[in-house]
């Protein structure tokens, strides 16, 4: 008995001594990553963004007056098949400050529209419904006030883009 405590005191010896595995060492933390500045970007974000959504006659309305920009955050590929008249496309991941000013311009106030595949009923391509928790507008809407620009609207309902009152441009999808 005492030969199995002396081995159970040396094994309980080396698993201290013994650095972490991999799996469990912390992880490195990487200075151009800040997760809890984004859950907080985004909590600041939601009552903001609750109160700037509309019904498609004014996002209509509003998205083609002077100065405006209506803007599709979808891929390219997406934006080629269809998209609404007058959109500008920008994909999301291709979302940085010179991006941003090279297509909105130098003037953060500028009023912004925005939509998605989620304002559309179709659920066809291009414009294949998403899961609601993470529907392209939120992350648009969140990364564009996030970069400065405050006067983002977004379209706040669900449409058919085959409705004429929406001005859907069909296009084609690339060759591949």
């Given at each position: 008995m005492r030969t199995s405590l002396i081995v159970l005191a040396a094994f309980a010896g080396?698993?201290?001594?013994?650095?972490?595995?991999?799996?469990?060492?912390?992880?490195?933390?990487?200075?151009?990553?800040?997760?809890?500045?984004?859950?907080?970007?985004?909590?600041?974000?939601g009552p903001y963004r609750a109160k700037r959504l509309l019904n498609v006659a004014d996002f209509k309305r509003e998205s083609v007056?002077?100065?405006?920009?209506?803007?599709?955050?979808?891929?390219?590929?997406?934006?080629?098949?269809?998209?609404?008249?007058?959109?500008?496309?920008l994909p999301l991941p291709d979302f940085t400050a010179e991006s941003l000013a090279r297509v909105i311009g130098s003037d953060t106030n500028r009023p912004i529209y925005i939509y998605c595949?989620?304002?559309?009923?179709?659920?066809?391509?291009?414009?294949?419904?998403?899961?609601?928790?993470?529907?392209?507008?939120?992350?648009?809407f969140v990364n564009l006030v996030g970069y400065g620009y405050k006067q983002v609207w977004e379209l706040g309902e669900a449409v058919d883009m085959n409705d004429p009152a929406i001005g859907w441009v069909k296009g084609q999808p690339t060759q591949g």
């Open positions: 080396l698993s201290v001594a013994m650095p972490l595995s991999a799996k469990e060492a912390p992880p490195p933390a990487n200075p151009l990553i800040d997760y809890d500045g984004f859950v907080a970007l985004t909590q600041d974000v007056a002077p100065n405006a920009l209506l803007l599709d955050a979808r891929s390219a590929e997406a934006f080629r098949q269809g998209h609404i008249a007058g959109a500008v496309n595949n989620n304002n559309f009923r179709n659920n066809i391509a291009p414009v294949v419904t998403k899961s609601r928790p993470l529907a392209l507008n939120i992350q648009t």
